[in-house]
């Protein structure tokens, strides 16, 4: 099976590099169009607070998107598979999502950690949601725990 369009979840970890791979593998050979996420997370708004972020803060998060784009753009220009970038505020559900829906994307691509049914349900997982609300095929790459 081929996908037209994959959309490659990355946030700068080891499980977004593993999806990278993945993806890159999937995509090499095949005139399949490449799409690298990132979501910027955005501080919690609390009522009554100066909700402006400093110049620091911004230029931290921008340095660090580059990184992130930077760093899953190489391992895909290693494996001779070209790619798009897009950087979006929000969480990283809804920054995905979007972006699969308003892309029409065949498959998300999305690095999956091994965590046991606790930390789950306590954390919350991206790649749990994405499996649940998508409207296309979810594909998880393993990750080795830490």
């Not at 955005?42 to 998107?65: H, N, R, W």
Request: one cysteine or more; charged letters at 20%.
């Amino acid at each position: 099976m081929s996908f037209q369009r994959i959309l490659i979840a990355i946030d700068g970890s080891h499980g977004a590099e593993s999806a990278t791979r993945l993806a890159g593998e999937l995509a090499a050979g095949h005139d399949t169009d490449v799409l690298l996420v990132h979501a910027v997370p955005m501080p919690p708004m609390v009522v009554g607070v100066d909700q402006s972020i400093s110049d620091e803060s911004i230029a931290y998060l921008e340095d660090t998107a580059d990184k992130v784009v930077s760093t899953a753009t190489a391992i895909l220009d290693e494996m001779g598979v070209k790619s798009e970038s897009i950087v979006k505020t929000g969480g990283p559900v809804d920054v995905i999502l979007g972006v699969a829906e308003e892309r029409d994307v065949d498959a998300i691509v999305v690095g999956h950690r091994g965590h046991g049914a606790m930390k789950r349900f306590i954390l919350g997982s991206v790649s749990s949601k994405l499996a649940h609300h998508a409207r296309c095929a979810v594909v998880l790459a393993p990750v080795a725990e830490d």
